[in-house]
């Protein structure tokens, strides 16, 4: 009786080591490198180095962002090479009109989705942990559009992250000039790849997302 017990207390803590508490398996890093090797689109690159003339604002390395709490520990974008490469072309459209992106995020790790979560439990504005966020994949973008000959963002509806209607994209905006921006963010985006989020008109999902698997890898570790 008391092995019998022993063996399903075994299997149990398998299977919580396998899953997480909300019965999703992310990808860590031993496995992310034979996907790499089995696939060379997997690789997670570090956009700065990638795209010329990247600016990167970095706010979950900061306490500047809506939980208040710096979530990274360097201040890094990464995202899967096919993005890479499209970030790249619309980099280039952008600079022949006097433009450049500017990214606030990238690609997450899965754990930083849970913390988001258990802090603001509302799945509108956060990804759910049972599903993971596009941004776990290496999949999705928050980023918007700087001028080049001043380096300040051109304005826009709201700011990053805001949890305010005006944030949705659908959202009339009266000033001619946001309206302008915001339209030419979401072409320039929409024409390599990408579909702006419903909610959030800084947030793009790279269409094909689907393929690639949940990661919880930090920088650190994808760095060493
Ligand atoms: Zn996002």
Known sequence: MKTAGLIILCVCSLNLFAQNKYGLTA???EEYKKSVVANPENELINLEKFVPGLALEIRYATTNNFTGKKIYALARAYARKPVAESLKKIQA???KQGLALKIFDGYRPYSA????YETYHDTTYVASPYKGSRHNRGCAMDLTIIDLKTGKEIPMPTEYDSFKKEAWPTTPVADPVIRQNRKTLIDA??????KVNASEWWHFDFVGWQKFAVMDIDFEELEK
């Open 189 to 194: 985006m929409e024409k390599h790849g990408f």
């Open 27 to 29: 990808m860590k890093l």
């Open 113 to 116: 989705t849970v913390m988001f």
């Open 93 to 95: 459209d952008l600079k």
